[in-house]
């Protein structure tokens, strides 16, 4: 199982990816970034239902979640990135 640092920069890299795709490419992108903050969520609540004691959560090999966006700054890109996604238009032909 992944920690929630290695979720949160999953979710970055796919935001990052995203700014840089076709447009065609963009939404899927986003679709994942946004599974993976799910999936830090998740994660996250599991390591303080079983240790609520515990305020810092683990990191990997040391280093520290502070060098990612944090979580409401990822949401805040994803959701700026799908305002600026054009709406797929779709025809009952």
């Known amino acids: 199982m992944q920690t929630v640092e290695e979720y949160r920069k999953r979710a970055q890299e796919a935001v990052e990816l995203a700014q840089k795709a076709r447009t065609s490419e963009r939404a899927a992108l ?22 609520p004691e515990t305020s810092k959560l683990k990191t990997t090999n040391g280093n520290n979640a ?16 799908n305002r600026r996604q054009p709406q797929r238009v779709t025809s009952d032909d």
Do not use: F, G, I
């Not at 502070?66 to 949401?75: E, I, K, N, Q």
């Open 30 to 51: 986003l679709d994942v970034a946004k599974v993976w903050l799910r999936l830090a969520d998740e994660r996250e609540a599991a390591l303080r239902a079983t240790s």
């Open 66 to 81: 502070s060098m990612l966006l944090t979580m409401p700054m990822l949401r805040e890109k994803v959701d700026e990135l």
